[in-house]
C-alpha cells in the first residue's frame, strides 16, 4: 500500500496526516518528510487514523522523533491511533514515551510538561490515552 502524508500547521504544532501501511518499504519516505517538516521545539502531531498496520522500521520512526523532542524540546504525539497500531505501541511500551489523544485538539488543548514529553491537559490531569 502506498503512504499518503500530508500536513498543516496549527499554532505551535505541525499536524502530520499519515495513510497507510508504515513498514520497512515506506517508513524511509515518513522518516525523511518528518525530518524536513518537523522543527522543534514546534509539537509533532500524528494524525495515525488512516495508518492499518506498523512494523519496527516504523516504531524506529517514532523513537527517533521521541529522541529528537526530548533533545531539542519539542513534543510528538499520536491521534486516532487504530486498535492495531495501539496494541503495537504498548506492546513495546513506547506508548508511554509518546502523547496519545483521540483528537487533534485534545492534544492541541494539552501542554507537555517534564522531560519525558509526558502530556497533561490545562487542567493538569493526565490526557486521555484512550
Not at 516504531?59 to 499520536?78: I, P, Q
Not at 507537555?112 to 487542567?123: L, T
Request: charged share 20%.
Amino acid at each position: 500500500m502506498e503512504l499518503e502524508i500530508s500536513s498543516q500547521m496549527r499554532g505551535d504544532a505541525l499536524i502530520v496526516s499519515v495513510r497507510g501501511d508504515v513498514d520497512l518499504a515506506t517508513a524511509p519516505l515518513l522518516d525523511s518528510a518528518l525530518a524536513e517538516l518537523w522543527q522543534p521545539p514546534d509539537r509533532l502531531v500524528i494524525d495515525a487514523s488512516g495508518i492499518a498496520f506498523m512494523d519496527s522500521t516504523g516504531l524506529g520512526v517514532l523513537v527517533k522523533c521521541a529522541a529528537r523532542a526530548r533533545d531539542e524540546g519539542g513534543s510528538v504525539a499520536l491521534v486516532a491511533v487504530t486498535p492495531r497500531v495501539r496494541k503495537v505501541l504498548a506492546i513495546t511500551g513506547l506508548d508511554s514515551h509518546l502523547g496519545l489523544f483521540d483528537t487533534v485538539d485534545g492534544v492541541l488543548r494539552a501542554t507537555r510538561i517534564g522531560r519525558n514529553g509526558q502530556f497533561h491537559n490545562s487542567g493538569g490531569f493526565p490526557a486521555s490515552a484512550q
